[in-house]
C-alpha cells in the first residue's frame, strides 16, 4: 500500500489533484475542447485546451516584488507543470483544481491580439512597458499551435510599445526574427529562468520544459542577436538546487546573459501541498530537511506572504543564498542598467512626436 501512495504521475509536476476552495463554483463542460495533444502523454490523461473569452487582456501589477507595472498573459493554466509554481492557485478562481488540473487544463484566448490592440489605442496610455506572461508561461507547449504570443509581440512593435518577456522553453528563439527588430530599438528584453542544470531534478520538478542545455543555448542565440537577456534562477529551492547557484551564473555569462537574478521558492496556499506531495514522492530521503529549509528560509512557514519579501524570504539561510548568489553575480557579470524604451511608442497612422 505504502509503494501504491507513492507510485509518481509520470510526465507531470503535480501528483496529484487538491481540493479547491472555491468548489461551491466548480465548472461545467460547456467550453468548446479542443481535444488534441501536443506529445505523446507517458500517463493516460491528455491535455485539453478550453477557449475563454476576458474582457481585458493587460493587468496592472500592484506587487512590490515584480519590476513592470503591467502584465499579459495569453493562457491560464501550464503545461510545463512545475510544481513549485505560484499560479497554480489562479486556477481555482475558474472552478479548476491546482493541482494536475492546472496543467491538464490549458485556458487559451483567441481575443487577446485584439483586446491590446485596443488596451494601446486608450488615449490614457503612454507606452510603459508591458510583461508577458508574469503568470503562465507564455512560451508553454500550446503557444506552438495558437501563436497568441506571436501575434501579440507583432501588436507591440507596430506600436513600439516595450516588453519584457519571461520564460523557461527555446520556443522563443522561433520568434526572432520579432525580437531582433525589437531589440534595435530597445523595446524588448528577455529572462530565461533556470532552474537547475541537474537534468534528473529538471525533468522530476519541471517535466515539460526545455532542458538547461537548450535554455543556455537560447541565451546565446538571443545574446547573439542583439536581444538583451538575463537570466533568473527561479525559484532557489533550498536543499534542492541551492547548490548550483555558481554554477548557473557562470554558464549564464559564459552564454552571453548581461544579467541575473533569483526569486526563493514561495509555497503560496494549496501550491506547499502540491510541492509537499511531490516532494515526498521525489525524493522521500530528505523531504522533511528540505521542508524545514524552506521553512527557515521564510520566517519558519513555507511561504512569506509579505509584499517586498516574497522573492528573497528571510532568515539565515535566505541571506546565505543572497550572499552566494551577489557574490558570484559581481564576480562573472556587471550590471549593464539596461533600460527599455517607452519614448517611441506611437499609435499606427499617427505621426511619431518628434519636438
Known amino acids: 500500500m505504502g509503494q501504491k501512495e507513492h ?86 478562481y475558474w472552478g479548476y483544481g491546482a493541482g494536475l488540473d492546472f496543467e491538464r487544463v490549458i485556458m487559451y484566448k483567441p481575443n487577446a491580439p485584439d483586446l491590446l490592440r485596443k488596451f494601446l489605442d486608450k488615449k490614457s496610455w503612454n507606452g510603459e512597458p508591458i510583461m508577458l506572461s508574469g503568470n503562465t508561461d507564455c512560451y508553454q507547449p500550446v503557444e506552438k499551435k495558437f501563436e497568441l504570443t506571436r501575434q501579440l509581440l507583432s501588436i507591440l512593435n507596430e506600436y513600439k510599445n516595450p516588453v519584457g518577456i519571461i520564460t523557461k522553453n527555446s520556443l522563443i528563439e522561433r520568434d526572432l526574427d520579432i525580437l531582433t527588430e525589437m531589440a534595435r530599438d530597445n523595446l524588448v528584453s528577455v529572462n530565461m529562468s533556470i532552474t537547475s542544470m541537474d537534468e534528473s531534478l529538471r525533468s522530476n520538478l519541471e517535466p515539460r520544459t526545455s532542458t538547461a542545455k537548450n535554455r543556455f543555448r537560447t541565451v546565446e542565440r538571443l545574446s547573439k542577436a542583439g536581444i538583451p537577456t538575463s537570466v533568473m534562477i527561479g525559484p532557489v ?47 522521500p530521503d530528505r523531504a522533511n530537511k528540505v521542508l524545514n529549509m524552506i521553512k527557515e528560509a521564510n520566517g519558519g512557514v513555507l511561504s512569506n506572504t509579505i509584499d517586498g519579501e516574497r522573492m528573497r524570504g528571510k532568515g539565515n539561510t535566505a541571506k546565505m543564498i543572497q550572499d552566494l548568489f551577489e557574490i558570484n553575480r559581481s564576480k562573472y557579470m556587471k550590471n549593464p542598467n539596461f533600460q527599455l524604451n517607452s519614448e517611441l511608442f506611437c499609435r499606427p497612422g499617427q505621426q511619431l512626436n518628434l519636438f
Open 237 to 283: 529551492i533550498p536543499g534542492l538546487n541551492s547548490h548550483e547557484i555558481p554554477e548557473i551564473i557562470k554558464q549564464s555569462a559564459n552564454s552571453g546573459a548581461v544579467w541575473a537574478n533569483y526569486i526563493m521558492v514561495r509555497l503560496n496556499g494549496v501550491v506547499a501541498d502540491v510541492f509537499t506531495d511531490w516532494l515526498i514522492k521525489s525524493y
Open 7 to 92: 507510485q509518481k504521475v509520470k510526465g507531470r509536476g503535480a501528483q496529484s489533484s487538491v481540493h479547491n476552495k472555491f468548489q461551491k463554483h466548480s465548472y461545467e463542460n460547456d467550453h468548446e475542447l479542443v481535444d488534441f495533444s501536443l506529445d505523446e502523454l507517458e500517463n493516460e490523461a491528455k491535455t485539453s485546451y478550453v477557449k475563454v473569452f476576458p474582457k481585458s487582456i493587460v493587468n496592472e501589477v500592484p506587487s512590490k516584488d515584480v519590476r513592470l507595472d503591467w502584465s499579459m498573459n495569453p493562457y491560464q493554466g501550464c503545461e510545463h507543470g512545475c510544481a513549485y509554481c505560484y499560479a497554480r492557485v489562479t486556477h481555482e
